[in-house]
């Protein structure tokens, strides 16, 4: 039976969030049963399995995780890796740690986990000597980089101690038959292990080599008869290290070493050994002999060649990783600065893979994207780097590259050929790919920068409607700076009273009955007017200013809640976008909510959270439980924008959600499109099922009410066809009267986008 992998792993870090993302990442939740039967027999897919997981420990200083370390040492249950926090006051620093943790264990492999160190890495490496025991982590961390480095390391930490279990045991074995070498000749012979000795003299003619050798495909009276027996048995590349090793034998004070060449067999074969091997001297210190021993060590070199692929490919396609990517790009930048040919960096994202994995789930989804690493690798050349980032994330270092035009080209075709059908489970499934491209030029100042600069080129890409590409300009650098300043305006909005929120009524369909009220955040700007949410709002998510917007959002929200409960026209509930940035704060999240309800003196159920799907999606990467913590205060949640892009029922289950609101894209194309009506009424029937309530987005005609209507669900809807969204004042005089009819605004024949 084979022993069971070491997926002991040690994370020191002294900020608790830190751990609370690891264990997310490495320790993933088990599925709900009951609902995974659910899916099944709506959709006919398999129940999922629960992979193998992790044992994480947690140090929050460098003494406590060198307690830890010894406390594993002596329960002989070592840690394979450690995650390493750099900078951790007020005690050790990461540096310090490392030679602490590796002076009680050198076996130990080690991730640096930083944003940035306070000594270079140059420094840092030559201190600690490192070798092949250490690896960085830049923060923020991918959860899936994360992961394929636990993976490897501890892997690689397990295959190392077999490894050495084995040769150790090769050792006692080739010890022992060395004792009996001298009481018996046949044991000589079946030794696994060859014995061999040299004439000291410069030309090491070869004296003896034991009949082991015949395993190799070689006689030992012919090789003993060969003046170049070592060009017979010597792989022609490596007889030069040889050579140069045996070499320093002949200094009077050179002990005993042991080199690594391949071995050519009789059959023209090549095996890996050790050649271990000591001299023979008089008693004057001169040379007479050598005398050693060779191993094969075909095996070992193979596990060893395999580690080193695992650290710089996807396991998933094959293709280069972005550790590797990173590193090749750095090569190419520097190259090109020297005066070499310059390149091109593509970064490419599939459009639309999220709904392949749900139809077909992860093994679909998987075979999707080992097809679009082939066709990628088809579209390119040997000496362009193609790489997988994480998810259906790609990039293309093109090398070589004359002109723009042709990394335009290269782009071109790739978008061609990611365009066919593919072949997923006897089904034809459609994909595409948006591409954002950054030529070298001579202003390139650095790797990261192009990085981040074919990205921007990518966003911009998928912005203006997907499947197709974008260079990066002056015009995106302009674009960037104006965002920067806005972003660095939005930083006083809060405090200069700029922002303000206005409501929307949420109407129930049968009665037109005001139910809810959803509150949308526009922006007071002094020079460039009144803006919506979606022209700051992903800026907050970038700058990290989310945060302080949403606790404004929900503090003001609940504000308005009292003042309209006071006039006695308060609706049943409050509707308050969650953005990524603000579910990622976790516990601090619950904490706001918590404090708004108890200062405004309001019962939870007053509040509902519309999340996207495509932020339920980047959540469940993590593990995120905050929204089930929200879900048990009481508070209300929606799926927002429901059918856009996902639209997977698996949120339904794992977040026990209030409302369904399905975007106005779908209502629109359901008009016109059997297809898409039916579709529509399938969610609608699902979720009466479910008792999941409905809330149909951007309603504006009388046509898409009707249709709603036909449907038999109890809806609620909102849009221009009731009301765009107003000021409070306003708004309150809407709810005093309690109902709406269809809006002048939406008789008239006037049609715009949704709040």
Request: charged share 25%; hydrophobic share 40%; with cysteine.
């Amino acid at each position: 039976m084979s022993k069971p992998q070491n997926r002991r792993i040690l994370l020191a870090d002294d900020t608790p969030a830190i751990h609370e993302d690891f264990r997310k990442i490495l320790l993933p939740a088990a599925a709900d049963a009951n609902l995974d039967d659910l899916e099944s027999a709506l959709f006919g897919t398999s129940a999922r399995k629960s992979e193998v997981d992790f044992v994480l420990d947690s140090a929050y200083q460098g003494q406590e995780a060198l307690a830890k370390l010894r406390e594993a040492l002596a329960a002989e249950a070592p840690y394979a890796m450690a995650f390493i926090d750099m900078r951790m006051p007020p005690g050790w620093d990461g540096v310090e740690t490392i030679e602490q943790l590796w002076l009680e264990d050198p076996r130990l492999q080690i991730v640096i986990c930083t944003a940035y160190a306070d000594q270079s890495w140059v420094e840092v490496f030559d201190r600690l000597d490192a070798r092949d025991r250490l690896l960085v982590l830049k923060k923020p961390f991918d959860p899936i980089e994360v992961r394929q480095l636990a993976s490897a390391l501890t892997m690689k930490w397990q295959m190392t101690q077999d490894a050495a279990f084995k040769m150790n045991q090769l050792e006692q074995a080739v010890e022992e038959r060395t004792r009996e070498l001298s009481d018996a000749n046949i044991i000589v012979q079946n030794s696994p292990t060859i014995l061999y000795r040299l004439r000291g003299e410069p030309a090491f003619p070869l004296i003896y080599i034991s009949h082991n050798i015949t395993k190799f495909g070689h006689e030992p009276a012919a090789l003993l008869a060969n003046p170049d027996w070592a060009d017979v048995l010597i792989d022609p590349a490596d007889q030069p290290g040889v050579a140069a090793a045996m070499a320093r034998v002949l200094e009077k004070d050179a002990e005993g070493a042991s080199i690594e060449y391949r071995l050519c067999t009789g059959d023209g074969a090549r095996r890996w050994v050790e050649n271990r091997y000591v001299p023979v001297r008089d008693k004057d210190g001169r040379l007479i002999e050598v005398e050693g021993i060779v191993i094969d060590v075909t095996e070992r070199k193979a596990a060893e060649e395999q580690l080193a692929k695992l650290a710089r490919t996807d396991g998933l396609t094959g293709l280069a990783n972005r550790a590797t990517l990173v590193e090749r790009l750095h090569q190419a930048h520097a190259a090109a600065r020297r005066g070499s040919v310059p390149f091109a960096l593509h970064c490419l994202d599939l459009d639309h893979f999220k709904p392949v994995n749900d139809m077909f789930g992860h093994p679909g989804g998987d075979l999707l994207l080992r097809e679009v690493a082939l066709r990628l690798k088809n579209c390119t050349r040997e000496t362009d780097v193609v790489a997988r980032l994480g998810g259906d994330e790609f990039a293309v270092l093109q090398s070589e590259m004359a002109d723009a035009a042709a990394a335009g080209a290269l782009a071109a075709k790739i978008q061609q050929e990611l365009a066919r059908p593919y072949m997923i489970d006897g089904n034809q499934v459609h994909a595409s790919a948006s591409i954002g491209i950054c030529p070298y030029t001579p202003g390139s100042e650095s790797p990261e920068e192009m990085l981040a600069q074919a990205d921007l080129a990518l966003y911009r890409s998928k912005e203006q409607g997907r499947n197709q590409y974008h260079f990066h300009s002056e015009e995106l650098d302009f674009e960037v700076r104006d965002r920067v300043a806005l972003g660095e305006d939005l930083k006083q909005a809060i405090e200069r009273e700029q922002l303000e929120l206005y409501y929307q009524p949420q109407v129930e369909l049968s009665s037109g009955k005001i139910v809810g009220v959803e509150a949308l955040l526009r922006w007071n700007h002094p020079r460039r007017g009144l803006l919506e949410a979606t022209a700051f709002v992903p800026i907050a998510e970038r700058t990290g200013a989310i945060v302080a917007l949403g606790r404004w959002v929900l503090d003001q929200a609940c504000r308005q809640l009292s003042v309209w409960r006071e006039q006695g026209v308060a609706p049943p509930v409050v509707a308050i976008n969650l953005s990524l940035g603000q579910l990622r704060q976790g516990s601090e999240l619950i904490r706001d909510v918590t404090e708004s309800l108890a200062k405004w003196q309001l019962d939870p159920s007053v509040l509902e959270f519309d999340v996207t799907e495509s932020t339920l999606a980047q959540m469940t990467w993590t593990h995120n439980d905050v929204l089930p913590r929200l879900r048990a205060l009481g508070v209300r949640i929606a799926i927002d924008d429901f059918g856009t892009e996902y639209s997977s029922f698996e949120y339904l289950r794992t977040y026990r959600v209030n409302h369904l609101k399905i975007a106005q894209s779908m209502l629109q194309r359901a008009i016109d499109d059997p297809d898409s009506a039916a579709t529509v009424r399938a969610i609608m029937n699902l979720a009466r099922e479910a008792r999941i309530g409905i809330i149909v987005e951007g309603l504006e005609t009388e046509t898409q009410r009707a249709f709603l209507q036909s449907t038999g669900a109890a809806t609620m809807a909102q849009g221009y066809y009731f009301s765009e969204a107003v000021m409070a004042t306003e708004a309150g005089d809407l709810l005093r009267s309690g109902t709406m009819a269809q809006s002048e605004r939406s008789k008239g024949g006037e049609h715009g986008a949704e709040a």
